[in-house]
Structure formats: C-alpha cells, structure tokens
C-alpha cells in the first residue's frame, strides 16, 4: 500500500505510512467525497471532449430541449407523410379494384346452313357402317339361305357382293335417300327459322353488348377523375413531405445530435430523459446519449423504428414519449387518408379540400418556424 502523502511503500495492513506517518485509511465520509470528486472529474472530462456543439452554441437545458423537440416534430412529419403517401397509392388501387368492374360479354351467336345437316350427317355414318356389316353376315352365313332365298341372290356378281339380298340393297337405298331428305329439309329449316332465332339472338347481343360497353366506359371515366383527384392530393403531400426533408437536412448539419441518433426514437427518448430530470446534457456520463446506450444494451427500451411501430403497448409505460410521437404520426397519417377520400365525395368534396389545405398549411408553417430557428443557431455557431 502506497501512502499518498510522501508515496512511501507500506504493508497492506499499515494503519499508517511508516515514514511519514499519515494515516493510510480514509474515513467513510472522505471515501464517499473522493468518490463523488472522483464521479464529477470525469463527467467534466467527457463534457469537455464530447460537448463541444453544446457549447460552441451555449446551449442551456432549455434551448435544447427546443431544439429536441423540432427534431421530433420533423421526424413525426416525415414519418405521417411517408405512410400518407402509402395510403393514397393503396386507396388508388383500391378505387380501381371497386369502380373498374369490366362486365363479361357472352359468346357471340354463331349461325350455320350447311347443306350436309347433322341429320343427314347421323345417317351417312349409319349407312357406311351398315353396309359391311350387312355384306359380312349374308356372305358368312349364305349357305343357310341358299334353298330358300336362292331365287333372290344375283349369283353373276363376285362372291362378296352375291350374298346381299335385293332387299337390302333396296333398304340400304332407302336409307340413303332419307338421309339426304333429311338434310335438304334441315337446310331449309337453317335457312329460315333458324335464320329468324339467329336475327333475335344477335339483336339482343348486340344490344347487350353496348350496355356493358357503356357501363365499362362510365365506371373508367369515373376511376380517371376519382384518380385525378388522389394523384393531386398525392403530389401536394410529396412537396410537402421534400420541404420537410430539406429542413431535417438544415436541422441535422447543425451537428448538435450525433448521426447514430438522428431518429425519432432517439429523440423523444432524450426528450423524455430531460424533461424528467434524468439528464441535464446529450454528453457526460449520465447525459442521454450514455444512458440510451446503456437502457439499449439492458433491453430496457426498442431503438429501433420498424420494432417500435409493431410493438406500441409495450412501449407505452418505458417510452411514453416515443408513443406519443408514433401516435401523432398516425393522426396525421388517418387525417390525410380520410380527408382525401372525403375529397371523393362530391358532397363534401368543397369542405375536404379546405381541411386538406389546412393540413399542408400547417406542416409548412412548422417548418417555416424551424427553419428560422436553424438559420438563428447556424449564425451563433459560426459567429
């Protein structure tokens, strides 16, 4: 053991040092001083080398908390705007899904007269198929018929054709000019009164067929303006959600907040550190960006976003400040949405254009506020 007065070297169980007789063990009291000095050197050592931003503006707890709180508000623009954005090109499909309803027309009527009908088609076919079978069975079975119906076989034909009775042949004829009666007739039948049921059909499909053109035509002219309306309002939140961009650019160059915690989850919870006298400073050992880091690391808090937005009753007790900031982002967000298809009603279209103009009116004047703001700091940085 070491005294501190003279350095002398000691044994560890010296009550005092041996040379110069200071005492080696320090009381309770001047232990917790040391301690406390030793606490407040190095909080003075970090803000010293980390806290020059802070100080090169002289920034009071006040002042920064101001300037936290423009972060926030940005960040809570940024994100509305974003999700707005979201919303108005779903509501774009969505109005196609239920307004652009195509109607299917049906199959066209056809119309036939062929001369050589079904009818006499089946019969074709009956005959071809009849008369080699009839040839087959009278030619293999000739000889039982040869006493009986000798007198009716024409026996100066060759063999095949000289077991076929005339009665056959004379059916066979029959058959055949049926068939083709039966054709003619169907043809004359096509060519008149099924021409007449034709005529009808094709009045009534072309009738039915301009009602659905029309109809599909109406509802693509009613998408067009409705989508006329959501492309405006979606142009109008895309130069707003620019001009905020740009002053987070502005606000973020001021390099008073580290990059790491240039977020809105960050933000609020260095808000909330300050405004609960859980910090004084961003820098120090207990300033915000050192207690963030060690709440990160102990999972006590979600640093990031995407987490945060899926799990906002969890956070609500841990990050109150956090979920109120989420929660004002989703108000705008709805206020956005529900305005612009209010826009779509004819009926109130007048007063939702007005409450949508409000709303730009809004964000751009909190960013003209802002960026006053910044051009007021940058000057007392660099002056």
Not at 92 to 101: A, G, L, N
Not at 108 to 127: M, Y
Not at 276 to 286: A, D, E, I, M, V
Request: hydrophobic share 35%; aromatic share 10%.
């Amino acid at each position: 053991m070491f005294c501190d007065e003279c350095g002398f070297k000691n044994k560890e169980t010296a009550k005092f040092c041996k040379k110069c007789g200071a005492s080696l063990v320090d009381d309770e009291d001047e232990k917790k001083e040391k301690k406390s000095k030793e606490k407040e050197d190095v909080e003075k050592v970090l803000e010293e080398d980390f806290d020059s931003s802070q100080d090169e503006m002289k920034l009071t707890k006040k002042e920064l908390l101001e300037y936290l709180n423009m972060g926030k508000d940005l960040e809570i623009n940024k994100l509305g705007l974003e999700n707005s954005i979201k919303d108005l090109e779903n509501l774009d499909r969505k109005k196609y899904q239920e307004i652009v309803k195509p109607l299917q027309k049906e199959d066209r009527p056809t119309f036939s007269a062929k001369p050589f009908g079904s009818f006499g088609l089946a019969f074709g076919i009956v005959v071809l198929l009849a008369i080699p079978t009839f040839i087959y069975i009278m030619y293999t079975y000739r000889k039982y018929y040869d006493n009986i119906y000798s007198k009716w076989f024409a026996w100066d034909f060759p063999d095949l054709f000289a077991a076929v009775p005339i009665t056959i042949v004379v059916l066979l004829i029959m058959l055949i000019v049926i068939g083709v009666a039966l054709s003619i007739i169907e043809f004359i039948w096509n060519s008149t009164v099924g021409r007449q049921k034709y005529n009808s059909r094709m009045k009534k499909y072309t009738q039915e067929s301009k009602r659905i053109d029309e109809t599909n035509a109406n509802q693509l002219v009613l998408y067009n303006q409705n989508k006329a309306i959501i492309d405006d309002r979606k142009s109008n939140v895309k130069k707003d959600l620019k001009d905020v961009e740009k002053t987070m650019r502005e606000y973020y160059d001021l390099d008073v907040i580290y990059p790491k915690y240039r977020n809105l989850v960050a933000l609020t919870t260095f808000i909330e550190y300050l405004e609960s006298g859980r910090c004084k400073s961003l820098y120090g050992y207990t300033g915000c960006y050192n207690v963030y880091e060690q709440e990160l690391r102990q999972n006590t808090i979600i640093g990031k976003l995407d987490q945060v937005l899926v799990q906002l009753d969890q956070i609500k007790k841990v990050q109150f400040a956090t979920y109120l900031a989420i929660q004002q982002s989703n108000a705008i967000q709805s206020a956005m949405l529900n305005t612009c298809n209010e826009m779509l009603d004819e009926t109130r279209r007048e007063n939702a254009m007005l409450e949508a103009q409000a709303a730009d009116n809004k964000i751009i004047k909190r960013n003209s506020e802002i960026t006053s703001t910044i051009a007021t700091l940058n000057y007392i940085k660099h002056n």
